[in-house]
């Protein structure tokens, strides 16, 4: 879209720009999708409606934003705004994975390591342990336990995480359970509370975007909506979007949501009675993604500590329990 908006404010036609990013894309599948099209476009169809042609490419902002801005004539500026769109909801993503970067580091290099002693450095202790006339300590014989069973039934094992892989991919596809596993994520408070944020951060900038570009607020409403992830928040603001069907004030009707912050629904009412709705939902969008960034960090500050702590923890046990034996000895002599 960038690319796009750049050949367009350039001078070239559509068509022409069209052409020029599809014979550079290196993706074969979007390519194909490029390619269908342009051949639509000079068949004569509306921009738009080829577009309509591709949702999982193409979600339906993007395609009423392009038929806004094909009726408009700013077909341009339109395509600029979702540049925009799609690189703020991009920043969001980039923070929440860099801030989950290093943790994920630290546990993988933690799991790394605790396998590397069960498996190459416990047997070798394990035979100083076995010409001891002496009953080992309950930690040093769990610990031997899984070393052994580390290193002979590794490949029950390597089934079992392959197996439990599979299973977490059936549950992932599967609509039910996807469903009943996400409300139970969902039912925890930090979590509920980061959701909540995030979809009111996507759903306010959705729904000021196409305002802003002259969108009604029913059909705007149709489009925003559906992009909710959290249940409960979009069966409220659906329900919202019917009685506003109705002639109901959309502020109004927020202000009766339990998941939805006071100061949210009156800056939506005051917008509306100021005519600077899409302003207000814009202000709305940027609180909630500094919030968001906020959240972010703190949880990240907490879980880096939280996760040393627990490779250590048990990299620490690991080393106790090899060492009891020498200690008991100790005191036996003495």
């Known amino acids: ?28 599948h979007f390519s194909l999708m490029l390619n269908d099209v342009i051949v639509n476009l000079r068949n004569g169809r509306a921009f738009s409606a080829c577009l309509q042609d591709h949702p999982l490419a193409f979600p339906d902002i993007y395609v009423t934003l392009v038929r806004a801005g094909e009726e408009s004539g700013r077909l341009k500026e339109m395509l ?39 498996s190459f450095v416990m047997p070798r202790i394990s035979v100083l342990f076995e010409n001891m006339n002496t009953v080992l300590p309950w930690p040093t014989r769990m610990i031997m336990g899984l070393s052994h069973a580390l290193r002979t039934a590794w490949p029950a094992l390597l089934i ?30 930090v979590i509920r509370d980061f959701a909540v944020k995030t979809d009111m951060e996507r759903f306010s900038r959705t729904l000021g975007l196409l305002m802003e570009s002259g969108i009604p607020i ?3 409403l149709e489009i925003a909506v559906p992009t909710l992830e959290y249940e409960p928040l979009r069966l409220e603001l659906a329900a919202s979007q019917e009685r506003v069907a109705g002639g109901a004030s959309f502020g109004e009707c927020l ?28 202000d709305i969008a940027d609180t909630y993604e500094q919030e968001i960034g906020e ?14 702590l627990a490779v ?23």
């Open 295 to 308: 959240a972010t960090k703190a949880a990240t500050t907490l879980l880096e500590p939280m996760l040393i």
């Open 160 to 189: 079992t995480v392959f197996l439990g892989a599979l299973a977490f991919r059936f549950m992932a596809q599967a609509p039910v359970l996807r469903r009943r596993v996400r409300s139970f994520f969902m039912g925890l408070p």
């Open 312 to 334: 250590g923890l048990v990299v620490g046990f690991i080393v106790f329990a090899m060492l009891m034996p020498v200690f008991q000895m100790d005191m036996f002599n003495a």
């Open 218 to 220: 029913l059909k705007a």
């Open 255 to 282: 202000r009766e949501s339990a998941n939805i912050p006071d100061i949210v629904a009156q800056l939506i009412v005051v917008g509306e009675e100021s005519g600077e709705l899409p302003g207000a939902l814009g």
């Open 80 to 118: 600029t705004s979702l540049t925009v769109y799609h690189r703020k909801q991009d920043e969001i993503s980039q923070k929440v994975r860099g801030a989950l970067t290093y943790p994920a580091f630290m546990l993988v290099v933690g799991i790394g390591t605790v396998l590397f002693i069960l």
């Open 1 to 28: 879209t960038r690319q796009l908006v750049s050949l367009l404010k350039s001078g070239v036609p559509l068509l022409h720009a069209l052409e020029v990013l599809q014979h550079q894309m290196r993706d074969a």
